[in-house]
C-alpha cells in the first residue's frame, strides 16, 4: 500500500482507502457483524482512512465506524465524515448552529472529541461562495470541534470554488474511467493549491469491476435500482450518471485493456490513484473479500500507455459528449 499526504490536513493517508456508504444503507443489508469484519480486514490490508457520514443509514455507518475505533484505540486511522444532507437543501440552513447540531451528533456516533474531517456533503452550489460558511467552519476548528474540513461536490465548478478557499482541506469527487473531467481543471487547481483530492465512486457504482450484464437485476433498496432516473439524489452518484447498458458495454471494453494478473476492479482503483493530485481513493466493500481485494489495488501501480490509451478511447466513444459537460 502507498501512503500520502492528505491535503492540507497534514495527514498521512492509504492510497486505497474505505467508503463506508454500503456498511450504512443504500446497497442492500449488511449485518452489524459483516461490517465489522469488513473494517477490519480492510485495516489489516493497510488502509487507514475512512469516508462515512451522518446519513448512511442515519448515523449507522457512523455508528459502527465509532465502535470500531473504541475497540482499537490504537488505530491509526483518518475517519472524514460529511454533514449537510439531513435538513431541506437550503443555503439559509448551512449554519454555524446546524453546523454544530450536525457535528455534535457525529462526535457521539463516531465517540470521539474532536473530528478529523468533516466535508460539507454535496451542498447546494451557493454555499461554496459563501463566506459565513467558510467561516463557521473556521470557528469549528477554533473550538477544537473539528480537525479540518472539506467539501464533497457534485460539480467540478464546486470544486474549483473551494479550492480557492484556503481553510478547505480536502475536495471529495467523482472520479473514474467514465467520469474524466476533473483530470481538465480540478486535480492541477488542487495540486498548486496544496489540497487533497478523495476520489468516491471509483468503480462507477461497480461497473468497472465487469462483474455486471445488462439483465443485472439489484434489490429494491439498492439506489443502482431506484436512484437510475436521479429521483433521490443526483444521479451522477449512480453509474457515475452513464446510461447503465452503453456502460455494461464499456465496461467489457474496459476489462479487456487490464493486464494479465490483475482484476478489471484493481485497475480501475490503481488508475485512478495514480492521477497526480489524487490523495485516497474510497471504494466501498460489502464484504471482507471485497475490502481485501481493493485495498490490494494499492500495490498495482502503473498500467502502461496503451491501458491509459484505452481508457480515453472508450470514453471519448460512449460517454464523453453526455457526461463530459454536466459535472
Not at 467540478?156 to 479550492?163: G, K, N, S, T, V
Not at 469527487?173 to 483530492?197: M, Q, S, T, W
Amino acid at each position: 500500500m502507498e501512503y500520502r499526504t492528505l491535503g492540507r490536513t497534514g495527514r498521512t493517508v492509504s492510497s486505497i482507502g474505505l467508503g463506508t456508504w454500503q456498511l450504512g444503507a443504500d446497497w442492500g443489508d449488511v449485518s452489524a457483524a459483516e461490517a465489522h469484519a469488513v473494517l477490519d480486514a480492510a485495516v489489516e490490508s493497510g488502509v487507514t482512512f475512512f469516508d462515512t457520514a451522518d446519513v448512511y443509514g442515519d448515523g449507522r455507518s457512523e455508528q459502527l465506524i465509532g465502535e470500531y475505533l473504541e475497540a482499537h484505540p490504537d488505530s491509526e486511522v483518518t475517519v472524514a465524515t460529511k454533514m449537510g444532507r439531513r435538513e431541506a437543501q437550503d443555503p439559509s440552513n448551512f449554519t454555524l448552529e446546524k453546523f454544530r447540531e450536525w457535528t455534535d451528533r457525529s462526535r457521539r456516533n463516531l465517540n470521539v472529541q474532536t473530528l478529523d474531517l468533516v466535508q460539507l456533503h454535496c451542498p447546494p452550489t451557493a454555499v461554496f461562495s459563501s463566506d459565513a460558511v467558510y467561516d463557521a467552519l473556521d470557528t469549528l476548528i477554533d473550538d477544537g470541534v473539528i480537525a479540518n474540513y472539506g467539501v464533497s461536490v457534485e460539480t467540478c465548478d464546486e470544486a474549483l470554488a473551494a479550492i480557492a478557499r484556503p481553510g478547505t482541506a480536502t475536495v471529495q469527487i467523482i472520479l473514474n474511467a467514465f467520469r474524466l473531467k476533473p483530470l481538465d481543471a480540478v486535480l492541477p487547481a488542487a495540486i498548486e493549491a496544496g489540497v487533497g483530492i478523495i476520489a468516491r465512486v471509483p468503480l462507477a457504482s461497480g461497473l468497472l469491476s465487469g462483474r455486471y450484464s445488462a439483465d443485472t437485476v439489484f434489490a429494491a433498496d439498492d439506489h443502482r435500482n431506484y436512484n437510475r432516473d436521479g429521483s433521490a439524489f443526483d444521479v451522477g452518484e449512480t453509474f457515475s450518471g452513464v446510461d447503465f447498458e452503453a456502460g455494461v458495454a464499456a465496461a467489457r471494453e474496459f476489462a479487456a485493456l487490464v493486464p494479465d494478473g490483475t482484476t478489471p476492479a484493481a485497475a480501475a482503483l490503481a488508475w485512478v490513484a495514480s492521477r497526480p493530485g489524487v490523495s485516497s481513493v474510497i471504494p466501498g466493500a460489502r464484504n471482507v473479500a471485497q475490502a481485501r481485494a481493493n485495498a490490494a489495488a494499492g500495490s498495482v501501480g502503473y498500467l502502461g500507455e496503451v491501458f491509459e490509451d484505452g481508457v480515453n478511447d472508450i470514453y471519448d466513444r460512449y460517454f464523453r459528449e453526455a457526461v463530459h459537460g454536466r459535472w
